[in-house]
């Protein structure tokens, strides 16, 4: 019985993630309803409420859950030579986060609740590049400051960075970004 109870949790999870990003391409966040998801999902309100206390929790969720299938295909093990290469990996590997999930990021970007949605993806963010740089030491890179530290200030400047990239309209490459930020971090190494 408890393989069943957790496969039907993954079935929720998975309508859940769908509907969203299907209303997710339809309009703002701020006008998804929790009827709407739920309807889409075809799953029960009280379903949804038993795993997630609003959108914004579940929000938070469908952003954890982007991450986990993104580094479920792009896993961060490869043998870093120094710091300027394990920080440009991850650069690249949120440049790629957010071009395959451009529609959430651009309805993201024209919502009313961008400074809300921003806080949300990039406390997601920080804490998944203070993994990468916690397993980073331990595979003898060198990192000035805490995790926590580097993570926070890192994600600032990758968050607006990409940003305003996207509000550009990809005026420049992704691979000229990536070797404009390269420019920046063996500037400051």
């Not at 331990?138 to 994600?155: E, M, Q, R, W």
Request: hydrophobic share 40%.
């Amino acid at each position: 019985m408890e393989n069943k109870y957790d496969l039907r949790i993954v079935r929720t999870y998975k309508s859940l993630t769908a509907a969203f990003l299907q209303l997710i391409s339809e309009k703002h966040f701020e006008e998804i309803t929790i009827n709407e998801l739920c309807e889409r999902a075809m799953i029960r309100r009280t379903t949804f409420y038993k795993h997630f206390a609003d959108k914004y929790e579940f929000f938070r969720f469908f952003v954890r859950r982007l991450q986990t299938d993104f580094d479920a295909i792009n896993p961060s093990s490869a043998d870093y030579k120094d710091s300027q290469s394990f920080y440009l990996s991850i650069i690249r590997h949120v440049i790629v986060f957010f071009k395959e999930h451009e529609q959430v990021v651009q309805n993201a970007l024209n919502s009313n609740l961008l400074p809300t949605l921003l806080d949300i993806l990039s406390e997601q963010i920080a804490s998944d590049i203070a993994e990468k740089i916690k397993i980073g030491i331990k595979k003898g890179i060198n990192v000035p400051a805490s995790p926590d530290i580097t993570s926070s200030f890192f994600t600032g400047a990758i968050i607006h960075t990409v940003r305003w990239w996207l509000v550009q309209k990809k005026q420049l490459s992704e691979e000229t970004l990536v070797q404009e930020v390269e420019k920046i971090l063996f500037a400051l190494h």
